[in-house]
C-alpha cells in the first residue's frame, strides 16, 4: 500500500509541481480519478492504515503510472528529435561552407599552378615591401 502511495505522490508531484499535497488530492479527484471520492483519494494518497485497494483502483493506478510514463517519454522523444534536427542543419550549413572552402581553395591552387610559382613571368619571386 504504501507503494502505491508512493507512486500516486510521484505522479501528482510532477503534474503538479506547486501545488500541496491537498491541492494534489484535490486535482487527482478531479481530473485522473474522477470515479474515485475524494476521501478515497485521500486514504490512499496516505497510505492510511486499513486501507485495502480494490481490484479496479488497482487497475485504475497502473494505466494513471502508465499514461504519465508514456507522456513523459514522448515527450522525451520529441524532444531527442527536435534536437537531432538541429544538429543536422548546422551540420549540412557546416558541410556547404567547407565545401564553398574547397572550391575556393580549389580555385586559387589551379591558378597558382598554370601560373607557376615564380609570378608568371619565370623570373626569381618579388619581395614584397612589408618583407
Do not use: C, F
Not at 491537498?22 to 478515497?40: D, T, V
Not at 565545401?99 to 618579388?126: H, I, K, L, Y
Request: glycine share 10%.
Amino acid at each position: 500500500m504504501i507503494a502505491v502511495a508512493h507512486n500516486l505522490r510521484t505522479v501528482a508531484a510532477v503534474r503538479w509541481p506547486r501545488l500541496n499535497h491537498k491541492g494534489r488530492q484535490r486535482e487527482i479527484s478531479r481530473h485522473l480519478l474522477p470515479a474515485w471520492s475524494p476521501r478515497r483519494v485521500r486514504s490512499v494518497y496516505n497510505a492510511e492504515p486499513g486501507v485495502s485497494l480494490r481490484a479496479g483502483e488497482a487497475d485504475d493506478i497502473k494505466a494513471l503510472i502508465g499514461a504519465e510514463t508514456e507522456t513523459a517519454s514522448g515527450r522525451e522523444d520529441r524532444l531527442l528529435a527536435q534536437r537531432v534536427a538541429e544538429l543536422e542543419a548546422r551540420l549540412a550549413a557546416v558541410m556547404a561552407a567547407l565545401a564553398r572552402d574547397e572550391m575556393a581553395a580549389g580555385g586559387v591552387a589551379q591558378g597558382a599552378a598554370q601560373r607557376g610559382t615564380d609570378g608568371g613571368d619565370g623570373s626569381a619571386p618579388r619581395r614584397r615591401s612589408t618583407d
